[in-house]
């Protein structure tokens, strides 16, 4: 059962969200250098953040998959990409928006950070295709587990690869050397990264929700129909025996 | 007497507002992409439920 506490993650994602959101535009000052523009970092770091928790989380799953076997832990590892991958897509818009109006361009191709996390949301995009073209249920989970694992190992490295970078447009937000945030923006940020990170938990919860009625109701028809052994159909979504 | 305050917002405040509007946008997306499922479920749902009256009409009858 995935759906308990649901209510409770979704009322608790509403509040902080738009609780962070409403700090970020009135009691976080402007930024000096950037004005009015800077209230972009509130909505697009978070993004960044989680999304890139989402994908260390689905490696973390798969390792337990690898490890028990369980095809649940296949399904939480592909429901994390999933999930990874729309606040990915987030990030990069909003990262484009944010960079036109910052710098005049929508990207900047000699940005380690820009380039960077294209080259992680794009290697994640190959996942789906990949569990898609394998057509035996086991390999597909322990090859895509495999991904995951590898994938996920990759993301902290390329995170601290960046950080080392010398030159850099990008700012940062947790830099130390210049000072960093201002205290009442931190608050600001710190309460926009939860929310952000209960609403990734709140709609992983919902996809684990959907993805375990849908089983079941498939499960029902099976039996329904007298056809208990017949095999489902080809997908790249993990099937769930039982949870 | 109200003073009246300055609430006019910068030119680059567009590129602020695009950038939640893409955030909410997405989600709503997915809010729709969730109801379409819910719905599905729903009509499945029943489905099973007249699949199953029927079974348990069919069992009666032919025990009576």
Redesign the interface.
């Known amino acids: 059962m995935y759906g308990t506490r649901l209510r409770a993650l979704s009322i608790a994602t509403l509040i902080t969200l738009t609780g962070g959101?409403a700090l970020a535009a009135f009691y976080a000052p402007e930024d000096a250098d950037q004005?009015?523009?800077q209230?972009?970092l509130y909505?697009?770091v978070p993004?960044a953040i989680v999304a890139l928790c989402g994908f260390v989380f689905a490696a973390v799953c798969a390792i337990q998959h690898l490890r028990t076997g369980e095809s649940r832990w296949d399904l939480r590892s592909y429901v994390a990409i999933h999930m990874s991958l729309?606040f990915g897509?987030?990030v990069l818009?909003?990262g484009s928006?944010?960079a036109?109006?910052s710098w005049g361009h929508w990207w900047v191709w000699d940005e380690p950070t820009l380039v960077s996390f294209l080259i992680v949301f794009l290697l994640y995009a190959t996942y789906q295709p990949l569990r898609f073209s394998i057509e035996d249920r086991d390999k597909q989970g322990r090859y895509a587990s495999v991904f995951a694992i590898t994938a996920g190992a990759f993301v902290p490295l390329n995170f601290l690869a960046v950080r080392m970078a010398q030159s850099y447009t990008h700012p940062r937000v947790f830099a130390t050397a210049n000072g960093g945030l201002e205290p009442r923006m931190k608050v600001a940020f710190y309460v926009c990264l939860l929310g952000m990170a209960l609403l990734y938990a709140t709609?992983w919860k919902?996809e684990m929700t959907?993805k375990n009625?849908?089983a079941q109701?498939k499960r029902?028809?099976r039996r329904?129909?007298g056809d208990e052994g017949a095999l489902p159909r080809r997908s790249a979504s993990p099937t769930l025996e039982s949870t | 007497m109200i003073v009246g305050a300055d609430v006019t917002?910068?030119d680059?405040?567009g590129?602020?507002v695009?950038?939640?509007l893409?955030?909410l946008v997405?989600l709503l997306i997915?809010v729709v992409i969730?109801a379409t499922?819910l719905s599905r479920?729903e009509r499945?749902?029943t489905e099973?439920n007249e699949?199953?009256e029927k079974?348990d009409e069919e069992r009666t009858r032919s025990a009576a």
């Open positions: 959101f004005g009015f523009m209230k972009i909505v697009h993004l729309i897509a987030a818009i909003t928006i944010w036109r109006a709609l919902y959907s009625t849908s109701i029902l028809r329904l129909a | 917002l910068p680059n405040a590129y602020v695009a950038a939640y893409v955030f997405l997915y969730m499922k479920f499945e749902l099973l699949i199953a079974r």
